[in-house]
């Protein structure tokens, strides 16, 4: 395991104003993680694990503190460059799927692609076939996703946050809609794709299935990291 980390957390600090009182979120929080880590971020509903996500994948600030991705600073960046950053170096799985219910599987896998707008059409569909082969999914690759399963959906997200080829993904609750056995499949293709790609993984769970099988658990209270 390449112990270089992706991403590195250093005395980050995030509060939030809550009617006429601030909830401190974050707590002076220090972490890594490294390159190929398969890592679950586990704790209570308000223990912080959202607002680490949401500062790890730049959709938030902090308000103290270093955030470090592949190496360099990913706070204080302007929008469109913390967008930039996003697309070209994290991939988001979310519990809902999100796709977008009118595009087909193929579609919705290659919107990260569009907007990069650097590659040409036959370099799209190759890198969208791909990963559509990596999930299972290529036979849909035409299929509007209301005719597949929940598993299928699911797999259909992961391969949209794989197109970009993303050191890191993201992933909040990627099993909780899913049953037992779909939960599963779903497990051991993200770990299949952790081992042949070393794409690094951190979830947001609850879900023991998934954390009894990650390779690192995080356990974060009242806004700091508890090992």
């Not at 005395?11 to 929080?29: C, D, F, I, R, S």
């Not at 082969?133 to 391969?159: E, T």
Request: with cysteine; hydrophobic share 40%.
């Amino acid at each position: 395991m390449n112990e270089s980390p992706i991403v590195e957390l250093r005395e980050v600090h995030k509060a939030y104003p809550l009617g006429e009182t601030v909830v401190q979120a974050l707590k002076g929080v220090d972490l890594k993680i490294n390159k190929g880590d398969f890592t679950a971020i586990v704790g209570s509903s308000g223990a912080g694990k959202s607002t680490l996500m949401n500062l790890i994948g730049c959709i938030d600030e902090p308000d103290a503190g270093q955030i470090l991705i592949e190496g360099e600073a990913a706070s204080n960046r302007s929008e469109p460059e913390k967008c930039i950053l996003r697309n070209e170096k994290i991939g988001f799985i979310f519990q809902s799927f999100n796709l977008i219910p009118v595009l087909s599987v193929y579609e919705n896998v290659e919107l990260p692609l569009l907007v990069q707008k650097k590659m040409t059409l036959e370099e799209r569909q190759k890198a969208v076939d791909e990963v559509l082969k990596d999930v299972d999914l290529l036979k849909y690759r035409d299929s509007l996703p209301n005719k597949l399963s929940g598993g299928q959906r699911q797999r259909v997200a992961i391969a949209r946050a794989l197109v970009n080829k993303p050191g890191l993904v993201l992933a909040d609750e990627p099993t909780a809609n899913l049953d037992s056995q779909t939960a599963h499949t779903i497990i051991d293709l993200l770990l299949k794709l952790n081992k042949d790609k070393g794409t690094t993984f951190l979830f947001s769970t609850h879900d023991e299935k998934l954390i009894g099988r990650v390779n690192k658990v995080l356990r974060i209270q009242d806004g700091r990291i508890q090992g």
